[in-house]
Protein backbone atom coordinates (compact mmCIF):
# COMPACT_ATOMS: atom_id res chain seq x y z
CA UNK A 1 0.00 0.00 0.00
CA UNK A 2 1.41 3.57 -0.60
CA UNK A 3 1.57 6.11 1.94
CA UNK A 4 2.34 9.32 1.78
CA UNK A 5 3.16 11.03 5.16
CA UNK A 6 3.89 15.19 5.52
CA UNK A 7 4.86 17.04 8.01
CA UNK A 8 6.57 20.19 9.36
CA UNK A 9 3.74 22.57 8.34
CA UNK A 10 2.71 25.47 10.78
CA UNK A 11 2.06 29.29 11.86
CA UNK A 12 5.42 31.95 10.69
CA UNK A 13 5.39 35.42 10.37
CA UNK A 14 5.87 36.53 6.64
CA UNK A 15 9.42 36.39 5.57
CA UNK A 16 10.20 33.49 7.61
CA UNK A 17 10.72 29.85 6.69
CA UNK A 18 9.47 25.80 7.23
CA UNK A 19 10.76 22.93 5.96
CA UNK A 20 8.05 20.22 5.02
CA UNK A 21 9.03 16.41 4.93
CA UNK A 22 7.05 13.87 3.17
CA UNK A 23 8.07 9.83 3.93
CA UNK A 24 7.15 7.72 1.50
CA UNK A 25 6.45 3.79 1.97
CA UNK A 26 4.99 1.56 -0.73
CA UNK A 27 6.78 2.81 -3.84
CA UNK A 28 10.21 2.45 -5.11
CA UNK A 29 11.04 6.09 -3.70
CA UNK A 30 14.24 6.66 -5.89
CA UNK A 31 12.26 5.63 -8.99
CA UNK A 32 9.93 7.51 -8.48
CA UNK A 33 9.28 11.73 -9.41
CA UNK A 34 7.97 13.61 -6.46
CA UNK A 35 5.49 16.67 -6.25
CA UNK A 36 4.18 19.30 -3.54
CA UNK A 37 1.06 20.60 -3.87
CA UNK A 38 -0.86 23.24 -2.24
CA UNK A 39 -4.63 24.39 -2.19
CA UNK A 40 -5.46 27.96 -0.45
CA UNK A 41 -9.35 28.55 0.51
CA UNK A 42 -11.67 28.10 -2.42
CA UNK A 43 -8.78 27.40 -4.76
CA UNK A 44 -8.21 24.77 -6.93
CA UNK A 45 -4.94 22.72 -5.67
CA UNK A 46 -2.31 23.92 -7.61
CA UNK A 47 1.58 22.30 -8.60
CA UNK A 48 4.21 24.00 -6.44
CA UNK A 49 7.29 21.86 -6.89
CA UNK A 50 8.35 18.77 -8.73
CA UNK A 51 11.43 16.66 -8.26
CA UNK A 52 12.49 13.81 -10.87
CA UNK A 53 13.57 11.00 -9.62
CA UNK A 54 17.08 11.58 -11.82
CA UNK A 55 17.12 15.28 -9.56
CA UNK A 56 15.97 17.34 -12.03
CA UNK A 57 13.49 20.26 -9.93
CA UNK A 58 11.10 22.33 -11.47
CA UNK A 59 8.87 25.32 -9.76
CA UNK A 60 5.69 27.33 -9.96
CA UNK A 61 6.48 30.83 -10.83
CA UNK A 62 5.03 32.51 -7.56
CA UNK A 63 7.59 30.68 -5.67
CA UNK A 64 10.93 30.26 -7.67
CA UNK A 65 13.60 31.86 -5.70
CA UNK A 66 11.81 30.98 -2.51
CA UNK A 67 10.89 27.40 -2.26
CA UNK A 68 13.65 24.23 -2.94
CA UNK A 69 12.29 20.88 -3.21
CA UNK A 70 14.92 18.00 -2.90
CA UNK A 71 15.01 14.38 -1.41
CA UNK A 72 17.06 11.60 0.41
CA UNK A 73 16.57 8.39 -1.14
CA UNK A 74 18.26 7.03 1.94
CA UNK A 75 15.56 7.87 3.75
CA UNK A 76 12.56 7.39 1.06
CA UNK A 77 12.04 11.27 1.87
CA UNK A 78 11.05 14.66 -0.02
CA UNK A 79 11.40 18.12 1.26
CA UNK A 80 10.15 21.17 0.52
CA UNK A 81 12.13 24.37 1.68
CA UNK A 82 10.08 27.77 2.26
CA UNK A 83 12.25 30.82 3.05
CA UNK A 84 10.80 34.09 2.29
CA UNK A 85 7.16 33.08 2.97
CA UNK A 86 4.19 35.61 2.21
CA UNK A 87 0.37 35.51 2.97
CA UNK A 88 -0.22 34.23 -0.30
CA UNK A 89 1.55 30.93 0.42
CA UNK A 90 -0.67 29.95 3.34
CA UNK A 91 -2.44 26.51 2.16
CA UNK A 92 -2.79 23.20 2.81
CA UNK A 93 0.52 21.46 1.36
CA UNK A 94 0.42 17.55 0.02
CA UNK A 95 2.92 15.03 -1.32
CA UNK A 96 2.35 14.01 -4.84
CA UNK A 97 3.00 10.63 -6.41
CA UNK A 98 2.09 8.60 -9.25
CA UNK A 99 3.08 4.72 -9.02
CA UNK A 100 2.32 1.44 -10.95
CA UNK A 101 2.14 0.91 -14.38
CA UNK A 102 -0.89 2.69 -15.20
CA UNK A 103 0.08 6.27 -12.90
CA UNK A 104 -1.90 5.49 -10.33
CA UNK A 105 -2.22 9.50 -7.90
CA UNK A 106 -0.78 8.90 -4.28
CA UNK A 107 -1.40 11.87 -1.86
CA UNK A 108 -0.50 12.59 1.65
CA UNK A 109 -2.98 14.05 4.12
CA UNK A 110 -1.35 17.57 3.75
CA UNK A 111 0.26 19.71 6.38
CA UNK A 112 -1.21 23.15 6.93
CA UNK A 113 1.15 26.32 6.22
CA UNK A 114 -0.24 29.57 7.57
CA UNK A 115 1.41 33.41 6.96
CA UNK A 116 -0.82 35.71 8.27
CA UNK A 117 -0.87 39.33 6.44
Known amino acids: QVQLVESGGGLVQPGGSLRLSCIAS????????MDWYRQAPGKQRELVAR???????NYAETVKGRFAISRDNAKNTVYLQMNSLKPEDTAVYYCHTNWGLRMYDAWGQGTQVTVPS
Open 26 to 33: GIIFSRSA
Open 51 to 57: ITNGGDT
